[in-house]
DNA sequence: TCCCGATGTATCAGCGCGATACATCGGGGG
DNA sequence: CCCCCGATGTATCGCGCTGATACATCGGGA
């Protein structure tokens, strides 16, 4: 309870990123830009209270580096800040494991969906599937609620805002058919193990190609 | 200063609404819904607090209406609560045809684009074409970032972030595809018909939009 | 009858963004 | 030669917005 539980989404993505190499804050926010992209990268009002919590529960240590380079003997200025390296903890790397094992709801939620997708290489096959497939079902039920909601209002709506929502109608159907492609390339490569493709896990009806 | 101005978001799609006709704010947060998609719609965390703000601003009126429904002569409970109907005033309405009327970069930003899109009825066509090129060409600056990024580390990432990023940016290039069909469709069709485009006059009456 | 979901108004904790602040460093132009 | 500028680096604050929650009425189905 007392706990405060920030966001999982920035705790994962920093525990996965240091768990490859240990890094300094600035260093850090550059990765997450490049880990999901500059939209969803978040700002350092989110990454440093998040550092120092990360901290302050033992997942992280933070070094201070005085990065004396030179031999210069440290001149006038008493304080020469300079970078304060993060590193995971044995708790640290125990609990990106168990966040990488996740595969439920929180898995595949818009924003949760995203970083967990980063780490697949990370991940179990069986996880990366039930994160895909959770993740389809999840945007098909979206999708379905769209659809009905769009055709019930379809005379009452002006034009262009009809042409709004099939734009973003269409992008959801674009991804669920991205994800499909995902799903059938890790069965797929799963050839070389014992394949169970043929059981039925499916957590909702999807039916083979819709169209 | 002392106005404190919200996102204005928010403030154009309710003055927008209740342009249309005076509603409540149950009703008004489920056309929300159905006006910005799903998605994007706001909890009633952020309406109220709006619509307390524009009714302080003069913008709003709010009409307590007991909803004496039939001749009911008002049963037992003493306090029948009911709903609370916003109207829109004079310096509503002139607010909202100035929003309406904004072509700068604030029109097309991510935020504030879908809103403008949806109003596209009742806006001047000059304007549409504006932020629909603003959005276009601030889209397509985004794209040149992102695609020299990736390509900058094409080699540096797994397959499965790579993916990620190769979607992202796919679905961007839809996104301009799409506005350029829009801007087209504008274009085509003040070369085909002569819109009444230089009268003044009405400020609502919605042509036949394209399909 | 009782419960449930829709209607309806309202608030609160907390999260994340954007702006801002401060400090060091290398380099290029005036 | 200096000064500005952008990159590097750490850190905080205000505030909009979400999701949860609370409370109240209503119609309808089990």
């Known amino acids: ?25 600035y260093e850090l926010r550059k990765r997450l830009g490049s880990l999901l992209g500059p939209l969803r990268a978040f700002s350092y009002g989110s990454l440093y209270p998040c550092l120092k919590e990360l901290v302050a529960r033992d997942l992280l240590t933070q070094d201070d580096v005085p990065a004396a380079t030179t031999s210069e003997p440290l001149r006038g200025r008493p304080s020469r800040r300079s970078k304060i390296v993060y590193r995971l903890t ?22 949760n969906f995203g970083v967990h997708l ?16 959770g993740r389809r079902s999840r945007l098909e039920e ?12 379809k005379e009452r709506v002006d034009g262009y805002t009809l042409e709004l929502h099939r ?19 890790e069965q797929h490569d799963s050839t070389t193990r014992r394949n169970r493709s043929t059981d039925r896990s499916d957590t909702t009806r999807t039916d083979p190609t819709p169209r």
């Open 1 to 25: 309870m007392s706990v405060s539980r920030r966001g999982e989404v920035l705790e994962f993505a920093v525990l996965g990123l240091l768990a490859e190499s240990p890094m300094h804050g």
């Open 90 to 111: 044995g708790d640290g790397k125990e609990r990106f494991q168990a966040l990488l094992a996740e595969s439920g709801p929180s898995a595949w939620e818009d924003d």
């Open 118 to 133: 980063a780490f697949f290489a990370r991940t179990d096959r069986e996880v990366r599937l039930r994160i895909l497939e």
């Open 142 to 153: 979206r999708l379905a609620t769209v659809r009905t909601a769009l055709t019930r209002t």
């Open 167 to 185: 734009h973003g109608l269409e992008s959801a159907e674009r991804e669920v058919r991205w994800l499909d492609k995902l799903i059938s390339a």
